[in-house]
């Protein structure tokens, strides 16, 4: 007997890759782009949590990684639908950075007059998995999984 549960996840996975400059001016070009991703079993809130998260890796991406970059150096978005997650991985080819280390040493009294500074907490309460790694070409991948 074939085991079809294996096949029926492979069956409803949906890959999509989009890249874009290094400019906060891109973030509505990719949030209409994730738009179409949307399927109808994924719940509203999930979703719009996904929406933000995006954002805030996006922002992140253009504000700290590449700060020092031409505009002209991409930023890669890939986002997989799989049958019961939504996966987003953005790449950026800054500096390393220790996401686990920034974790464990983040201030839990976070300045809410603040500009900025959050955006790593909210995908860390938004995620239920959050990574930041080097890859063997030397860029950075913010992995961002939300189950549904």
């Keep these: 007997m074939v085991d079809l549960k294996g096949f029926e996840q492979l069956k409803n996975l949906q890959k999509s890759l989009k ?7 891109a973030l509505d070009q ?3 782009w994730f738009d179409q991703l949307k399927q109808p ?3 509203k ?3 719009l949590q996904c929406q ?3 954002a805030e890796g996006f922002t992140n991406a253009v504000r700290h990684a590449h700060k020092n970059l031409s505009s002209n150096v991409p930023i ?3 986002v ?3 049958v019961n997650s939504l996966e987003m991985r953005i790449w950026d080819l800054g500096p390393p950075f220790d996401l686990e280390q920034w974790l464990e040493n983040q201030n839990k009294n976070v300045d809410r007059e603040a500009g900025g500074g959050r955006g790593i907490a909210i995908l860390h309460k938004i995620a239920d998995k959050l ?7 030397n860029r950075n991948c913010l992995l961002i999984v939300k189950g549904y």
Excluded: F, H, M, N
């Excluded at 890249?19 to 001016?25: A, F, G, M, Y």
């Excluded at 930041?132 to 070409?137: C, E, L």
């Design 30 to 32: 990719l949030l209409s």
């Design 52 to 54: 933000l998260a995006l």
């Design 76 to 78: 890669d978005v890939e």
């Design 41 to 43: 079993d994924i719940p």
């Design 131 to 137: 990574s930041y790694t080097r890859t063997d070409d």
């Design 45 to 47: 809130k999930v979703w």
């Design 19 to 25: 890249q874009v400059s290094t400019d906060l001016k």
């Design 80 to 82: 997989t639908i799989c």
